[in-house]
């Protein structure tokens, strides 16, 4: 089992930034990836931006620029970094983190943190 906590999330206006943190804890040995997904009301939850554990990042174009995601392996933490905010960034931004899926104890599972708000006024 995992368990993901964000934190950093609020209000900002427009072209302002903000931090995000992922706690993670519990059985953390199978993570293959970890990501930040954004999900605004009635629309499906997106992939924000992912690193794997060999430093390899991804970015929606939407973000490409403006965030930046970082890791710290050693406190179990993820980061968000995310500058020159937008109206349309809008949204709850959820951690994720997806298990590599081999052997007898790595299935496969995705976890999900429980999501942050992120609001930015126009």
């Known amino acids: 089992q995992v368990q993901l906590v964000e934190s950093g999330g609020g209000l900002v206006q427009t072209g302002g930034s903000l931090r995000l943190s992922c706690a993670a804890s519990g059985d953390t040995w199978c993570i293959h990836s970890m990501g930040w997904y954004r999900q605004a009301p009635g629309e499906e939850r997106d992939l924000v931006a992912s690193i794997t554990i060999g430093g390899s990042t991804d970015y929606a174009d939407s973000v490409k620029g403006r965030f930046t995601i970082s890791r710290d392996s050693a406190k179990n933490m993820l980061y968000l970094q995310m500058n020159s905010l937008k109206p349309e960034d809008t949204a709850g931004y959820y951690c994720?983190?997806?298990?590599?899926?081999?052997?007898?104890?790595?299935?496969?599972?995705?976890?999900w943190g429980k999501g942050n708000l992120v609001a930015v006024s126009s």
């Open positions: 994720n983190a997806l298990e590599a899926n081999w052997g007898t104890r790595c299935h496969g599972v995705n976890y």
